[in-house]
């Protein structure tokens, strides 16, 4: 089975502080994703990964940052939290095959103070 | 921009019911997915829709893809408590995958 797991299930920050969120896959998935979760608003990308160094943003990247130097690892960086930023994250990895489909760490839940 | 809509956005129907989730998205893809997530959970993986006029069925759920319509729909058939979730569509451009807001549904006994 894919695995994806988070370092983190939950986390209290207080405001400034960096945050580092770190995701692992076990699976040699090229892409990685990292998506902010919160009530009324679905899912929401915040950058993707397709290959190692490389890095996509997604349609909320503002105040975010994220590392890819290993293929089986994506982190997501909050270089200075705001509590705006208290929120559920979750990764996911998908291949490149046919179906595309994303696996999905159990999240991770920032609270910033 | 990609948008993807889903409608309605809650549901909570009757057992035995019958009832679908409709999701329109804004531009042309190959791929569209629906994934379920459950209270405290994270999202585990329904269908994966390929090509216009792919329909997949697993138990009382059916998707279904028009691609032309830019649209998918999920449907339930007879209902049972156990399909209270939280239903999300998702849609792949180049590798960008955007979700809808997902359709809570609310099952009751």
């Known amino acids: 089975d894919v695995k994806v797991t988070q370092s983190s299930r939950y986390l209290v920050k207080r405001t400034g502080e960096k945050v580092f969120l770190e995701c692992v896959q076990d699976m040699d998935h090229e892409n990685m994703f990292w998506y902010r979760q919160d009530p009324g608003l679905g899912l929401r990308l915040i950058y993707f990964?397709?290959?190692?160094?490389?890095?996509e943003k997604g349609d909320i990247p503002e105040g975010y940052s994220v590392s890819r130097e290993k293929k089986e690892r994506f982190s997501l960086i909050l270089e200075s939290a705001s509590t705006n930023q208290t929120s559920m994250y979750l990764c996911?990895?998908?291949?490149?095959?046919?179906?595309?489909?994303?696996?999905f760490g159990e999240g991770s839940r920032l609270t910033v103070l | 921009e990609l948008k993807v809509e889903q409608n309605p956005l809650f549901l909570s129907m009757q057992e035995g019911k019958n009832y679908t989730i409709y999701c329109n998205y804004s531009?042309?893809?190959?791929?569209l997915y629906w994934y379920r997530q459950d209270p405290g959970k994270s999202l585990e993986s329904l269908f994966v829709?390929?090509?216009?006029?792919a329909v997949k069925q697993e138990g009382r759920l059916m998707a279904s893809l028009d691609t032309k319509a830019r649209l998918s729909t999920l449907h339930i058939t007879a209902a049972v408590h156990d399909l209270s979730a939280t239903y999300f569509c998702a849609v792949d451009i180049d590798d960008k995958i955007i979700f809808g807001k997902g359709t809570r549904l609310h099952i009751l006994p």
């Open positions: 996911a990895s998908s291949s490149l095959g046919l179906t595309g489909e994303l696996f």
């Open positions: 990964s397709y290959d190692v160094k490389m890095k």
């Open positions: 531009t042309t893809s190959d791929r």
């Open positions: 829709l390929l090509s216009n006029g």
